[in-house]
C-alpha cells in the first residue's frame, strides 16, 4: 500500500498457487481497490484473480507483468473467458509461452508464462503493437529422475526469440527458421479462435511422417523372405545330417 493506495511496480513477477480454491471471492465482490473490474474469476480457480491484481500493481502505460500458470487460463470459458477477451481487447497480453511439465516438485503439469505489457495501452509507447507472440516450449528441458529443468541453452532460445519478437526484427526467414517453435498471432486470428489461447492453435508442431515406398517395402520383405528360406532349407540338411 502506498498512500491508501495499490502500490505500483515497474515489473511484477510471481509463481501464484495454480486454481486455487477459495481464494477470497466473496470479499473480491466488494474490493475496494477495484482490481477485478474486468470481471471477478470464479470461486474455485484463483488464477484470473492473481493476474488482475498483478495487472492492477503494474505502473499505467509503462508496467509489465509476468505470471506463470497452468494452460486452463489460456481455454477456460465462463468468467474466466471473458476476463481473458477483456485482457486481450485492451491489448495487454504481449506474449504466451509454453514450457514443459514436471518443471515443479508440487506438480508435474506442463505451465505457461503469460507477458502482459502496460505500454501497450491506449497512450502507451507500444500502443501501436498489436500481436500476441506465441512460444511453444514444451521440449525445452532436460529430462530428470524426479523432475525436468530448463538448462541454459533452453532459456537462451527462449529469451532470444522473445527478444527478436520485442525488437521486430521478424523477417520471412525468421519465421522458416522457427515456424515449429513460434507464431506472430495478430488480434483478428486470436478472434476467430474466441479468444483461446491455447498454444497448439497458433504454433503448429505436427510433423508430417516420412512418405513410405510400397514398392520398396514389399521388395524388402521378398528379399528377406528369400533368405529365410535359404536358412531354413540349411537348418533342414544340418538336422538330417545329425540324425544320420
Known amino acids: 500500500m502506498e498512500n491508501d493506495r495499490l502500490m505500483k511496480f515497474d515489473n511484477v513477477v510471481a509463481n501464484p498457487p495454480f486454481s486455487l480454491d477459495k481464494w477470497g471471492a466473496d470479499e473480491a465482490e466488494g474490493d475496494i481497490y477495484n482490481r477485478f473490474w474486468r470481471g471477478l474469476p470464479p470461486k474455485s480457480k484463483g488464477d484470473y484473480a492473481f493476474i488482475s491484481h498483478?495487472?492492477?500493481a503494474a505502473v499505467a502505460k509503462k508496467g509489465r507483468v509476468a505470471v506463470v500458470a497452468p494452460h486452463g487460463v489460456l481455454f477456460r470459458g465462463a468468467a474466466e473467458g471473458r476476463i481473458r477477451r477483456?485482457?486481450?481487447?485492451?491489448?495487454?497480453?504481449?506474449?504466451?509461452?509454453?514450457?514443459?511439465?514436471n518443471l515443479f516438485p508440487t506438480t508435474n503439469i506442463p505451465v505457461a508464462i503469460l507477458i502482459f505489457d502496460c505500454s501497450r495501452e491506449k497512450g502507451g509507447v507500444n500502443e501501436a503493437r498489436k500481436e500476441v507472440f506465441f512460444i511453444d516450449a514444451s521440449n525445452e528441458?532436460?529430462?530428470?529422475?524426479?523432475?525436468?529443468t530448463l538448462g541454459d541453452a533452453h532459456i537462451?532460445?527462449?529469451?532470444?526469440?522473445?527478444?527478436?519478437?520485442?525488437?521486430?526484427?521478424i523477417n520471412d526467414q525468421?519465421?522458416?527458421?522457427?515456424?515449429?517453435?513460434a507464431h506472430v498471432a495478430g488480434f483478428e486470428e486470436?478472434?476467430?479462435?474466441?479468444?483461446n489461447l491455447n498454444i497448439p492453435r497458433y504454433v503448429d508442431t505436427f510433423e508430417e511422417e516420412e512418405e513410405i515406398d510400397i514398392q520398396?517395402?514389399?521388395?524388402?520383405?521378398?528379399?528377406?523372405?528369400?533368405?529365410?528360406?535359404?536358412?531354413?532349407?540349411?537348418?533342414?540338411?544340418?538336422?538330417k545330417d545329425m540324425v544320420v
Open 54 to 56: 498483478m495487472i492492477e
Open 86 to 101: 477483456k485482457l486481450i481487447e485492451d491489448n495487454l497480453l504481449d506474449a504466451v509461452i509454453g514450457l514443459p511439465g
Open 141 to 148: 528441458y532436460q529430462s530428470g529422475k524426479n523432475q525436468n
Open 156 to 169: 537462451h532460445r527462449i529469451i532470444q526469440v522473445y527478444n527478436e519478437f520485442r525488437d521486430s526484427l
Open 174 to 181: 525468421w519465421s522458416i527458421i522457427n515456424e515449429k517453435f
Open 190 to 195: 486470436i478472434k476467430e479462435n474466441d479468444f
Open 216 to 239: 520398396a517395402v514389399q521388395r524388402e520383405i521378398e528379399q528377406l523372405e528369400a533368405e529365410l528360406a535359404e536358412v531354413r532349407g540349411k537348418m533342414d540338411r544340418l538336422l
